[in-house]
């Protein structure tokens, strides 16, 4: 079983729409991070969590909110999304600032 | 802009040749470096990496290599393998901005049989 998962693993949607992505861990990890990945970019920080009631703006976070429900589950939502936020989403956790692991990613279009 | 660059986003060799990654940063306070490989439908994993007090770390076919002075730093696979074909990241982190990781916008690497 995978140690980190996401859902869904695709997803199109329509602009203005609220959506939601979800990460869980098995791993027993502290922090827990959301990347973007858009092509020639790398990966961009949006939000991360230290712990349950520490969260964190990435480089990125505009547009986006994110909500730690639990050590294991960290969610990622766009309130209205737009056509410039269509990208791979991955989730990543780490015990400490240990090396991160990183779940499959999400395909997220907006139409 | 980006601290961290891979100014080639593509790489091909042949098998058994040796693959070079390089990758350049801009913040000086950027105190430990990592290499991670991705492969297409899956998340990114951790390859190798090296804190700014070395200048080499050498794991199986892989080293990676810091040039501190001139903000540099490589990554060499030998011999290459058709299995290493993937999206290869740079990324850097320092523990004064609480070990956030900036990555770079990746390589391509193709190991032609």
Not at chain 1, 13 to 23: F, S, V, W
Not at chain 2, 76 to 82: A, C, G, R, Y
Request: proline share 4%; charged share 20%.
């Amino acid at each position: 079983d995978a140690d980190v998962t996401q859902t869904p693993r695709n997803r199109i949607t329509k602009t203005g729409k609220r959506i939601m992505l979800e990460c869980s861990q098995t791993k027993g990890h502290d922090r827990m991070y959301w990347y973007r990945q858009d092509p020639g970019l790398g990966l961009q920080l949006i939000y991360y969590s230290f712990d349950v009631k520490d969260i964190n703006k990435g480089e990125i976070s505009d547009g986006y909110s994110v909500s730690r429900q639990a050590q294991a589950k960290f969610s990622l939502s766009l309130e209205s999304a737009i056509p410039n936020q269509t990208a791979l989403y991955f989730c990543a956790t780490s015990k400490g600032a240990g090396e991160q692991f990183f779940g499959p990613g999400t395909r997220l279009t907006v139409l | 802009d980006q601290q961290v660059k891979q100014n080639s986003p593509s790489l091909s060799v042949q098998e058994g040749r040796i693959s070079i990654l390089n990758c350049d940063y801009t913040n000086s306070m950027f105190d430990y470096f990592l290499w991670y490989k991705k492969y297409p439908a899956e998340g990114p994993t951790f390859l190798i990496s090296i804190s700014s007090i070395k200048d080499k770390n050498e794991d199986g076919r892989f080293t990676v290599f810091l040039n501190k002075s001139a903000k540099h730093l490589s990554l060499h696979i030998v011999p290459s393998q058709p299995g290493d074909s993937a999206v290869y990241f740079c990324a850097a982190r320092s523990r004064a901005a609480g070990n956030k990781l900036t990555f770079g916008g990746g390589t391509r690497v193709l190991v032609k049989p």
